[in-house]
């Protein structure tokens, strides 16, 4: 066997089919086979380079690699449905490409939001050996002090053990009621940036991210466009 081998929900998801987690049900459905043979377990070991796996009696080949950026608005969730009948990001994509999210922005944060059929490529980007930087303008209530930045660089637990910092933090705007900045993060921690604030005393007014990587926003909110070879690389720089 193959040291290359992955189970087969995960080769669902990198050949651009459907999420790993979907996957997973689709197998056990017994929805997939794998050289003719139907597989119902999720965590069965393949070789995509040397299996055929079909689903629903399509053969699923390795699809030409495409990323776009969205300029995701506030109001919209990260996810493909919503029980509560929120808005979706899907909504704002291209459906036929077959897209998945890199990552998450809550409802309320806009800006940067990458998606891409190769699941190979989003974990790449959200892998955190990878270190890759993400950058934000948010804005809070209330006058930031250096001394609250020194605090953002040097770490803050915003939950039982869990410590969480910035790499970079600058002040952008400061005036009494509210305080504008840029901060730079490349952990990936859940609602990192509002909590390191919360922890600072400091209610997140607006939150906005402006840039992966050497990757920065330049489409209009709402708006989206593909990426050539030479962004995608400028991501990992």
Not at 49 to 69: C, Y
Not at 112 to 124: A, H, M, V
Request: charged fraction near 30%; hydrophobic fraction near 40%; include cysteine.
């Amino acid at each position: 066997m193959s040291d290359e081998t992955i189970s087969l929900a995960r080769a669902l998801s990198k050949l651009g089919y459907c999420s790993r987690s979907r996957a997973a049900l689709y197998v056990k459905s017994g929805r997939v086979t794998v050289n003719g043979k139907v597989i119902k377990v999720p965590a069965w070991r393949i070789d995509t380079s040397k299996d055929a796996i079909d689903v629903d009696e399509r053969r699923l080949v390795k699809p030409t690699t495409v990323m776009i950026m969205l300029h995701k608005p506030a109001g919209f969730v990260t996810t493909s449905s919503d029980d509560l009948s929120r808005k979706t990001v899907y909504e704002l994509v291209p459906g036929d490409l077959h897209l998945f999210a890199v990552g998450r922005l809550d409802m309320d944060t806009t800006g940067l939001l990458l998606f891409t059929n190769s699941g190979e490529l989003q974990d790449r980007i959200t892998s955190p050996e990878r270190e890759i930087t993400k950058t934000y303008v948010v804005t809070v209530n209330g006058k930031v002090t250096p001394d609250h930045v020194e605090k953002l660089l040097r770490g803050i637990e915003i939950r039982d053990g869990i410590i969480a910092k910035a790499d970079k933090c600058d002040i952008i705007e400061s005036e009494i009621s509210r305080t504008r900045l840029r901060i730079i993060i490349h952990e990936g921690k859940n609602r990192q940036i509002r909590r390191m604030f919360d922890t600072l005393g400091k209610s997140v007014l607006a939150l906005h991210r402006s840039a992966i990587g050497r990757l920065d926003l330049d489409l209009p909110e709402g708006g989206w466009r593909k990426l050539c070879d030479e962004e995608v690389e400028a991501i990992f720089r």
